[in-house]
């Protein structure tokens, strides 16, 4: 595979999850959202402390990263959950979960390709890293809402055979 | 009127909670996975209508419902979950589910979902 066609992500699968953050915070938090310019990462920190990640298989394959800052993941899960959580809580955890799954959930929906979602894992604590496919970039996707900013990290690629 | 709440997050379960609360006379049972929600029915009896979410480990909704259904061919099964693709709906459809609803949900719609189910099982909420 040449370097040019290992590089590109396609840009129907970003455009996928800008409009599925969008729904799901408007839906489960009723918070509307401002999705800024998506730009390349290569260090593997999330932008943020607490990550919300989420898995993929089939013909998609890698993972996308719920990235929040640490305030903006206590106001966003108050919001979500109609309470206040405590940060180390596993109820904290739970809802950072549930939130990832349904934004890599409603994603995949448009993605026009059979993939399909792991359960949710979730990591909180300053500096901690993610281990990415190194043959695809991490778009991250920038959001801003009323609820607190936080970031979409995309790290997948479209393969075109399903391993049996 | 009796729910069956499955759902390996207790966030969403709590969600669906207040939900069912505005509904007269509403008690739940809650599961965390298709395994526990096979052993509620049998420690709980027989429930009005169940939740259930696909995607949980252990025992996913699908196999589950494919499992309820092996002696349980009435009580309405709602999918609550993030398969939203139209092969998914349909799967589940064939496996037994009287309704589905994608996340992510608004009361309305959720409250609307129940409604219809019942309706169409000659029970009312």
Request: proline residues 5%.
């Amino acid at each position: 595979m040449a370097d040019e066609e290992k590089k590109q992500v396609n840009p129907k699968l970003i455009a996928a999850f800008v409009n599925s953050t969008q729904n799901v915070l408007k839906t489960m938090v009723q918070a509307n959202s401002k999705i800024g310019k998506p730009a390349q990462k290569f260090d593997p920190k999330p932008s943020y402390d607490v990550s919300g990640i989420v898995g993929f298989s089939g013909e998609v394959v890698g993972s996308v990263v719920i990235s929040f800052r640490e305030q903006s993941a206590i106001d966003i899960v108050e919001a979500f959950c109609g309470e206040k959580l405590d940060l180390h809580s596993e109820d904290f955890a739970d809802a950072i979960g549930e939130l990832s799954n349904m934004i890599a959930g409603n994603a995949k929906k448009d993605f026009g390709l059979e993939a399909h979602i792991g359960i949710p894992s979730v990591i909180i604590g300053t500096g901690h890293s993610i281990a990415r496919l190194r043959d695809v970039p991490c778009v991250v996707i920038p959001c801003t809402s009323e609820v607190g900013d936080f970031a979409v990290e995309v790290n997948i690629k479209q393969v075109s055979c399903v391993p049996a | 009127m009796k729910f069956l709440l499955v759902d390996d997050s207790r966030t969403m379960r709590n969600i669906w909670k207040k939900v069912i609360s505005s509904l007269e006379n509403s008690e739940t049972v809650e599961a965390g996975d298709g395994v526990e929600g096979l052993n509620a029915i049998k420690e709980n009896g027989p429930v009005d209508i169940m939740l259930v979410d696909w995607n949980m480990p252990n025992m996913d909704g699908l196999t589950m419902v494919k499992k309820v259904r092996e002696t349980d061919k009435t009580t309405p099964i709602i999918m609550v979950t993030t398969e939203a693709e139209k092969p998914r709906i349909i799967e589940a459809i064939k496996a037994g589910v009287n309704n589905y609803v994608v996340k992510p949900f608004t009361p309305d719609a959720l409250l609307g979902k129940i409604d219809e189910t019942l309706k169409r099982a000659g029970q009312t909420a």
